[in-house]
Structures are given as C-alpha cells and as structure tokens.
C-alpha cells in the first residue's frame, strides 16, 4: 500500500506429488483489487494537463481487478538434473493508466512540443500535455522452463520466460545463475540476465496537433520496445550460528530505441529512449538457514 494506491489480494495454490515424487503438479489462483487515488483525482484520459488547482478534468478514484492463474510441472529427470515448466494467464481490467504519465501535443512540421500560457497569476504548465490513455483490459500469456543441474556441489540454473499481451507486447527473458562452494561454508553466484520487449501499439513519442486524437496514447518508456542486461555476484556463507548470509552486487543496463520514421522534425535526434544504468547492492540475513 502507498498514500495514492492500494493493493488487496488473495491467493491460493495446490500440488499434488506423482511417479514416486519424481513428478509435481501445481496449480495456483489469485485475485487482487488496486483503488488509484491520484493526487487531486485521477485524470480524464487524454485531456490537457490544467493550471494549478484546476480539477475540472479530474475523476475521483479509480480501480482495477486482476486475476492470475498458473498451472506447473516439475520433473526429476535424474539426480543431477530437475526441470520445471509453467504456464501463466493474467486478466486485468478497469483503470489501467498511470494517472501522473503525459503525452506531448507536438506540432506537425517542427515535432516540438506546443507552448501554452497559464492564466494571470497562475502557475501551470508552460507547453501542452495530455494525461496518457490505455486500454482499460489487459490479456496476458506466458510460458516458463527452468533447469537446475546439480555438479559435485556446483549448480547451474537457467530458465527462459516468453511474454505476450494484447497490447502487442511480446518479451523473452534468459536468466543464468552459476553457485559453486569456495570452502566448506560460503559459495560464490555469478548471475546474467537478459530481457527484451516488443512496444504496445499505443506507445508514442507525442501526438500530432490538428489530427484527430487516437483512442489510446502512451509516452511510457516502460512500455516502450528496449533491451536489458543484469550482471553481477554474490557471496554466501553460513554463520557460525547456523544462519544463511550473502552480498550481492549487480550492475542494471537498458536502453531502447524509437524509430526515426516515427520522428517528425526537430525529433529526429532529440527525442531519445531514456537509456538507464542502476547498481543493486544487497546485504541479506536469513534466519534459520
């Protein structure tokens, strides 16, 4: 829970064990309701970002319900080697924008964005912004594989997770993790990461004064195409009282890319996909390990 969002869930989960416990089922079911109290209300979709104080465009809280199934298998395949494989469905359905995202109003020849001038003694945006509009449905799909193979004491663990929506996003993650012992009580991971994604087909660098508003806009990068590579290590050992302990650093890329036809003008080499570099360092202590 935040100050402007509220989140309420529950879940449930079955398995059940065959072939001598080398076979497991699983099938799990959740369901949460998110309230979306935006500072001064939610705005109305594609309606201009007002003067200060202006709340005409605003309308109260919002909500959104979501409900996730998944159904897994895990397979001993020998003592060395354990395979699992998932599959998810998502609905979600109601306020799916981010009420705080904007989309600039661009002019059709220069692509800058348009100015504006507040009223007298009032302060507001100095150019024109529209508040983002998505589908209020949303239908996901994904499979999952991972493997983890067991060698005199070393692991590796390698999964592959593919992603489609019906917003035309369709994303591929490759995840690498390598454990081996450095002593009889620590163990050093090396971990690798990729991620890429395909953009919603509402995603926009701006919209175009004089054209005919589309239904849905979007200048989310997060929803945007763009590739992402973690790499980083940790460092475990087990205390003298029994207790599990690590560090872990990992260093976070991305960067995407905007086509240039979708440019107009001065865009063409202003307008950049926000590219961003993050370091994660991680102290962790794990009771009863």
């Not at 369901?31 to 104080?53: H, Q, R």
């Amino acid at each position: 829970s935040e100050y402007d969002y509220l989140h309420l869930g529950v879940n449930t989960k079955i398995s059940r064990d065959f072939n001598q416990r080398n076979t497991t089922v699983s099938a799990g079911l959740a369901y949460s309701s998110d309230t979306i109290s935006a500072v001064g209300g939610a705005p109305t979709p594609l309606t201009s970002m007002a003067d200060v104080g202006n709340l005409s465009n605003r309308i109260g809280d919002q909500s959104k319900d979501i409900v996730d199934v998944v159904l897994g298998v895990t397979q001993v395949i020998s003592r060395k080697l354990v395979v699992q494989a998932n599959y998810s469905f998502s609905d979600s359905s109601g306020y799916m924008n981010d009420p705080y995202k904007i989309v600039g109003v661009v002019d059709a020849t220069t692509g800058d964005v348009l100015q504006r001038t507040p009223a007298p003694g009032v302060l507001g945006p100095s150019h024109e912004y529209l508040y983002e509009s998505r589908p209020d449905q949303r239908t996901k799909h994904s499979i999952y594989g991972q493997a983890k193979y067991y060698m005199n004491g070393k692991v590796l663990d390698a999964s592959y997770r593919y992603m489609t929506d019906d917003w035309d996003i369709d994303s591929h993650t490759v995840d690498l993790r390598f454990s081996w012992p450095v002593g009889e009580r620590s163990y050093l991971e090396p971990h690798l990461r990729f991620y890429t994604q395909t953009e919603a087909n509402f995603f926009k660098a701006g919209v175009v004064d004089g054209i005919p508003l589309p239904m849905y806009a979007s200048n989310d990068y997060r929803l945007g195409s763009f590739d992402a590579i973690t790499a980083g290590l940790k460092y475990g050992w087990k205390a003298r009282n029994g207790n599990d302990m690590s560090v872990r650093l990992e260093v976070y890329q991305q960067s995407g890319d905007i086509p240039a036809d979708r440019l107009i003008g001065n865009q063409v080499g202003l307008v950049e996909f926000p590219d961003l570099t993050a370091i994660i360092a991680q102290f962790s202590y794990r009771f009863g390990g």
